[in-house]
């Protein structure tokens, strides 16, 4: 199977073999090929340094997301009484869990899929099955927790999408849903035109990236709406007591963790090759080979 070699003037020469397996920057010299004698060769230094990066901000990213996902879970569990489906406020709990479990984390885990070095030099079809399958399990996840909020809402007679937060998340589930139906027809399928993929993918990209931003402000101001709501009693919210201060921390990871997938989405070196601009190949879905 033949790679497509991407030129870096950070990184001149070839990587030794362990860098081909993981490559960042996919290099050949001049008048060399890849099936001539591998001598001298030393690891760039700039090249180096972009991998040890990359590897850095993704392991950040793994861990920052399973953090939000185990602090939501403890605020519902422990302060907030657990879980439910019953129409009380049990119920509303698993719609924090699954908006930033859902729509945060696995969306973003889902983004940065093509980013491993991993995936690149292979045949590309599994790992967009792999990035539909984690889109669509984001959705649903997202969709359960609009039902929990919307039961819950309709239980207790109080207005549904009243609030920014709201109109925030909303706008950001239905742009998710649009993205992943035209990205389904438009990547995925086999009849997909080739003109039709190369006009969705710039869109597809920065939609991709909008509907993060968007996620990220929804969980913020609903983290903040609801800490507004449960200490208003006995307990202030300007004390800062426990809850407090978990959600707040909370809310502080999901920042992070935006930012780190940004990062990683925004660095072209950190780029699937053959996605990179003026490097883009289209192929219909049954010879994905790249």
């Keep these: 199977m033949e790679?497509?070699?991407?030129?870096?003037?950070?990184?001149?020469?070839?990587f030794p073999y362990v860098f081909e397996r993981f490559p960042l920057v996919s290099l050949s010299t001049d008048g060399e090929n890849e099936t001539?004698?591998?001598?001298?060769?030393?690891?760039?230094?700039?090249?180096?340094?972009?991998?040890?990066?990359?590897?850095?901000?993704?392991l950040l990213c793994l861990a920052l997301g399973l953090a939000c996902v185990v602090c939501v879970c403890l605020w519902n569990s422990r302060w907030r009484d657990g879980f439910a489906w019953d129409g009380s406020s049990r119920q509303f709990n698993w719609h924090p869990v699954l908006m930033v479990t859902g729509?945060?984390?696995?969306?973003?885990?889902?983004?940065?899929?093509?980013?491993?070095?991993?995936?690149?030099?292979?045949?590309?079809l599994p790992w967009k099955l792999l990035h539909a399958a984690l889109?669509?399990?984001?959705?649903?996840?997202?969709?359960?927790?609009?039902?929990?909020?919307?039961?819950?809402?309709?239980?207790?007679?109080?207005?549904?999408?009243?609030?920014?937060?709201?109109?925030?998340?909303?706008?950001?589930?239905?742009?998710f849903t649009l993205q992943w139906?035209?990205?389904?027809?438009?990547?995925?399928?086999?009849?997909?035109?080739?003109?039709?993929?190369?006009?969705?993918?710039?869109?597809?990209?920065?939609?991709?990236?909008?509907?993060?931003l968007l996620t990220t402000a929804a969980c913020i101001s609903g983290i903040n709406e609801k800490l507004f709501f449960v200490l208003k009693g006995n307990v202030t919210y300007s004390s800062i007591p426990a809850e407090g201060v978990l959600g707040n921390s909370l809310g502080a990871l999901v920042v992070?963790?935006?930012?780190?997938?940004?990062?990683?989405?925004?660095?072209?070196?950190?780029?699937?090759?053959?996605?990179?601009?003026?490097?883009?190949?289209?192929?219909?879905?049954q010879d994905e080979n790249d």
């Design 3 to 14: 790679r497509n070699g991407t030129q870096s003037p950070d990184c001149p020469g070839s």
């Design 36 to 58: 001539s004698p591998q001598k001298n060769k030393t690891i760039p230094t700039g090249c180096m340094r972009s991998t040890v990066t990359f590897y850095l901000c993704y």
């Design 103 to 124: 729509l945060l984390v696995l969306y973003g885990y889902g983004a940065v899929v093509y980013r491993v070095p991993l995936t690149w030099g292979q045949n590309k």
């Design 135 to 175: 889109m669509l399990g984001s959705l649903i996840m997202s969709i359960l927790g609009l039902c929990a909020v919307f039961d819950f809402h309709n239980a207790k007679n109080t207005p549904n999408l009243y609030s920014l937060h709201s109109w925030i998340g909303i706008t950001a589930i239905i742009l």
């Design 181 to 212: 139906g035209v990205g389904f027809a438009g990547f995925l399928l086999p009849c997909s035109p080739v003109l039709l993929r190369k006009l969705l993918k710039p869109i597809h990209v920065w939609l991709g990236g909008s509907i993060l």
């Design 256 to 285: 992070a963790f935006g930012l780190v997938v940004l990062k990683i989405l925004s660095t072209i070196q950190w780029q699937r090759p053959d996605s990179r601009p003026g490097d883009i190949a289209y192929t219909p879905l």
